[in-house]
Each structure stands twice: as structure tokens, then as C-alpha cells.
């Protein structure tokens, strides 16, 4: 801009100097034509022919220098609108390159973020799981010695009211067993502040392509909603997957497919129930047979005191 001014301003000052100069000029003329006239070394008609002349003369000096100063400005125009085209696509190149850099760093600075630790493997996710698998070992733990309780309410040892309470206390524990609703609910909520974050890490990335005032609302727009957004969806399914799994385990051994620890238990109680009838059932025999025992030796023992009523004791 201020080459062009310059331009039109020297332009200003070249048709300045020139009508100054054809201002010069005629004065002269008038000059001349006065002093010829006074001296009368010329007839008139010679002398205006001559000063005509003269004229024509100087006339086409001036209307080719103001060809020339034309041309100038033409020239000098062009010039200056080449050398700005040609600056222009060198500073659009450097912009488009600059822009390449920055797309680039800011694509690897989200990709970094997004395989980091902190994303991938969320520490407040990893201390949930990690509390829930002690909680279920702890569980396993209780319901082993528990299993092994039952060796206690064996026969003689027993009641049916304690083997109730131990069949009760084994479903109580078997339901507790697996992941738990509630507990995939927490790790669930946990991934959902990791995607949170995620969408303010894009948001920020949009800005930030905003702010160096290079990129346009939809250049910005382009580079983030296929690319960034995408990235953080494939994570999102794989977590997606991963849950999926947890939660067939969360189900636990109440819920269809997972029946197999119910069904063992139930065989279980189910076999010391047995055997507890039949223990149950040869007491019962043994009983009868003590009373029809104790019914023969009390007939035996009367049939034997009638005998000694009878029959004198023999002398000695």
C-alpha cells in the first residue's frame, strides 16, 4: 500500500513538473513572439508560421513525455502488483505450511493424550476394580470356610434347624459373589468423566486452533469433528467391550448363565440332606429295635420270676 502511494505520488509530481514546464514554455514563446515583433527581423506571417512551428514541436516533446510518465505509471503498477502477487503466494505458502506444523503437532499432542495411561487405564477405574476383586476374594475366602463348616453338622452333631441356617448363609454368600450391580455402576461412572474429559480435551484443541487466528471456524471444525472424534469413539467401544465382559461376570451366580455355584450348592446341601434322612431313618430302626429289645428282656426277666415262684429253690 504505501508502495503504491508512492507511485501515485511521484506520478502527482511528474504531471506536476511537466505542466509547470509547458507553463515555462509558452512564457518563452510569448517572449519571442514580442521581441520578433519589435525588432520586425521577420514578416508576420513568417514569424507566426515559425513560432507554430516551434510549438507543434515542443507540443509533441511535452505529449511524449506525458506518454512516458504514463507508461511510467503503468510499468511501475505492474510491478509492484507482481511483487505483491508473488509475496502474497510465498507468505500463503509459508501460512499453509505453518498451519501443516500445527495441524500435525496438535493431531500427535492429542494422540499422545489420548494413549496415555491416564485415559487408557483411568487410575480411579483401576483402584475400583482392584477394590472389587479383594472384596471378591474376600468373599471366596468366607465362602470356602463356610463349605467347610458343614463338616461340623454332621451326625451326631447336628440339628436341622443349624443346617437350615448354614443352607441360608451359603445363598446369602453366592449371591454376593460376582461383580455387583452397583459396583459396575461406579466404574461405569468413572469412565464416564474420562469421556467428559475427552470432549473438553477436543474442545480445547478446537480453540486453541481458533485462537492462533490462522484457522477458520470450519477448518477447525474439519480437523476435529472426523479425526479427534473418531479417536475417542474407537476408545470408547473397546471400553464398551471391556464392560460388557465385566458385566456377564457382575450378573453373578443368581443370574442366567451363571447358575453353575447355585446348582453345586443346592447338590450339596441336597447330599448331606440325604444322608442326614438316612442317618435320621437307622436311628429311627435302632430305636424300634432297643424297645422290642427291652420289651424281650422284660418278658424274659417275668417269665424267669414266675419260674422262681413257682419251682422251690433246690436244697443245698
Given amino acids: 500500500l504505501l508502495q503504491k502511494q508512492g507511485i501515485k505520488k511521484l506520478d502527482e509530481t511528474l504531471l506536476s513538473l511537466e505542466f509547470s514546464r509547458a507553463d515555462k ?5 510569448k517572449k519571442y513572439v514580442e521581441i520578433i515583433e519589435k525588432t520586425s527581423c521577420l514578416m508576420q506571417p513568417n514569424m507566426y508560421r515559425l513560432i507554430n512551428k516551434e510549438a507543434m514541436v ?14 511510467l505509471f503503468v510499468n511501475l503498477m505492474e510491478a509492484t502488483l507482481q511483487q505483491e502477487l508473488e509475496s502474497r503466494c510465498r507468505w500463503q505458502g509459508l ?39 479383594k472384596n471378591q476374594e474376600a468373599l471366596q475366602r468366607k465362602r470356602l470356610e463356610h463349605l467347610c463348616a458343614i463338616c ?7 440339628s436341622r434347624a443349624q ?13 454376593h459373589l460376582g461383580w455387583g450391580w452397583d459396583c459396575m455402576m461406579r ?39 472426523p479425526s479427534f472424534l473418531q479417536m475417542v469413539g474407537a476408545l470408547q467401544s473397546k471400553v464398551e467391550e471391556e464392560l460388557e465382559g465385566l458385566d456377564m461376570r457382575s450378573r ?25 434322612q438316612l442317618w435320621e ?29 413257682v419251682w422251690p429253690p433246690a436244697p443245698r
Fill in 187 to 225: 466404574v461405569r461412572l468413572q469412565y464416564e468423566k474420562t469421556w467428559q474429559e475427552c470432549l473438553a480435551h477436543v474442545q480445547k484443541c478446537k480453540k486453541q486452533l481458533l485462537d492462533w487466528k490462522a484457522f477458520t471456524e470450519e477448518e477447525a471444525e474439519s480437523l476435529v469433528s
Fill in 152 to 158: 461340623d453338622l454332621l451326625p451326631p452333631g447336628y
Fill in 281 to 309: 431313618a437307622h436311628q429311627s430302626m435302632l430305636s424300634v429295635q432297643e424297645l422290642e429289645l427291652e420289651k424281650r428282656m422284660e418278658q424274659q426277666r417275668q417269665k424267669h420270676s414266675l419260674e422262681n415262684q
Fill in 25 to 29: 514554455l509558452k512564457s518563452v514563446l
Fill in 163 to 175: 443346617l437350615a441356617e448354614w443352607r441360608s448363609s451359603l445363598n446369602s454368600l453366592n449371591k
Fill in 58 to 71: 515542443i507540443n509533441h516533446a511535452l505529449l511524449g513525455n506525458r506518454r512516458a510518465i504514463a507508461q
Fill in 252 to 276: 453373578g451366580p443368581t443370574q442366567l448363565g451363571s447358575r453353575q455355584t447355585e446348582q453345586q450348592s443346592a447338590d450339596l446341601f441336597s447330599y448331606f440332606q440325604e444322608a442326614v
Fill in 95 to 133: 501460512v499453509d505450511a505453518w498451519k501443516a506444523l500445527k495441524k500435525e503437532a496438535l493431531v500427535q499432542n492429542f494422540s499422545e493424550f489420548m494413549a496415555s495411561e491416564r485415559i487408557q487405564a483411568p487410575p480411579a477405574v483401576k483402584n475400583e476394580l482392584e477394590s472389587m476383586l
